[in-house]
């Protein structure tokens, strides 16, 4: 068994609106993290927080678990904690404003060796991150206030090469839209 959980309660305060769910390609971002990664995963949950009356309303025919992060504003690792206990069997984690991530990634992470997994493009470290089952409820026992990272650099973890920059392509910006070549549309 093996859960895919999309980090998604963010406020996008840079781009100033929800993000997820501006178009790429005529496709909502976290549409494009969510159907790509449900091919390697048998349950995907999607953690919510400062957009979650919208977001759920989105993702309402995309037949997933929604978590309701209400404590969102004290950063993205407490949506971690709030999507672990959600989870069954290994873990694959994602922000929900990585939508470039290829399935070839996906699959060397599968492919790999080890209870954590990074992807790494270049000799730079990204997402998603596996979690083995036992590792992902160590994790639950971190303060909200520690991080993934941290977590992981406490831990032997295998990175795995990929060639795949979309591990470190997030949308944070219009900039990032445009800067990638993919159409945007409100």
Known sequence: ???????????????????????????????????????????????????????????????????????????????????????????????????????????????AEGNIRVPSHQGRRGHPIFLAETHAARLLEEPVESNVKAFRNRHPFTTVPVEDEGILVDFDTRDDFKHHAVKERD
């Not at 978590?67 to 873990?91: C, E, K, W």
């Open 1 to 111: 068994m093996r859960t895919g959980i999309v980090l998604a309660g963010g406020k996008a305060s840079r781009v100033g609106k929800n993000k997820l769910l501006m178009h790429i390609d005529d496709k909502p971002v976290i549409f494009h993290v969510i159907d790509t990664m449900r091919d390697y995963v048998d349950n995907v949950v999607v953690v919510v927080g400062h957009y979650a009356e919208e977001l759920t309303t989105a993702l309402a025919s995309k037949n997933v678990t929604i978590v309701i992060n209400t404590a969102y504003d004290r950063g993205m690792f407490s949506s971690v904690l709030a999507g672990l206990p959600h989870a069954q069997g290994d873990v694959i984690m994602l922000p929900g404003d990585m939508p470039l991530i290829a399935p070839t990634t996906y699959e060397a992470l599968l492919r």
